[in-house]
């Protein structure tokens, strides 16, 4: 029994914890407060204001300021854990054999999009590939001139055909202008529809 309560008693002092040092530190805030807010306050504030308005005016800065400080430390807190963590998260998911080559797939798309190389797929095209009469969903990737362009005389455009349901794997040809199918669909939209293996398919525009 006396080890129940012992065991009880703990418990009770470890739920208690949080709550204690949380008062502890805002009464510690709020007496720094008064003495760094309140005298300079009365100070500045007119000597014919009433007393009680001066008490109460203070006393709501004070809280003001400490709503604030404990916020921006709270902000700050969130921030530092969040980069811990997705990086702790990070080296977790490189160190799984399957989901590591997974991971650093969709790592590279999301960096092609949001990261430095930004802008690696200008545009949504269909090209005849990988052969006559058969369409296939590509990104133009540069459109500037190329050493294969020199050496067969030919303005080609440098695309890259997904494999779904991965968009970071695929195939990378030289097409000429002439062969590019132009659309209307967004980058976005073409990798959606990679992804769902053409379930996602955008509405059709005119």
């Given at each position: 029994m006396f080890k129940n309560f012992r065991v009880h008693f703990v418990s009770g002092l470890l739920a208690l914890a949080p709550l204690f040092f949380t008062i502890l530190v805002i009464s510690y805030l709020l007496r720094l407060t008064d003495a760094l807010v309140v005298n300079p306050l009365f100070r500045i504030l007119p000597f014919h204001m009433d007393a009680s308005f001066k008490i109460f005016f203070t006393k709501l800065a004070i809280g003001v300021v400490v709503v604030i400080f404990v916020t921006?430390?709270?902000f700050g807190v969130d921030k530092l854990f969040a980069k811990q963590f997705a990086a702790g998260l990070e080296m977790v998911l490189k160190s799984i054999p399957v989901?590591?080559?997974?991971y650093g797939s969709i790592r590279e798309i999301a960096q092609a999009f949001f990261g430095d190389k930004k802008g690696v797929f200008k545009r949504v095209i269909f090209v005849e590939y990988p052969r006559k009469g058969v369409y296939s969903l590509g990104f133009i990737t540069q459109d500037k001139r190329w050493e294969v362009g020199r050496v067969t005389g030919k303005e080609l455009f440098t695309v890259f055909v997904?494999?779904?349901p991965n968009p970071a794997t695929g195939y990378f040809i030289f097409v000429p202008k002439e062969e590019i199918i132009e659309t209307l669909l967004s980058v976005e939209e073409g990798l959606k529809l990679v992804i769902s293996g053409g379930a996602a398919v955008p509405p059709l525009r005119v």
């Open positions: 921006l430390i709270g989901i590591n080559k997974v997904p494999s779904p």
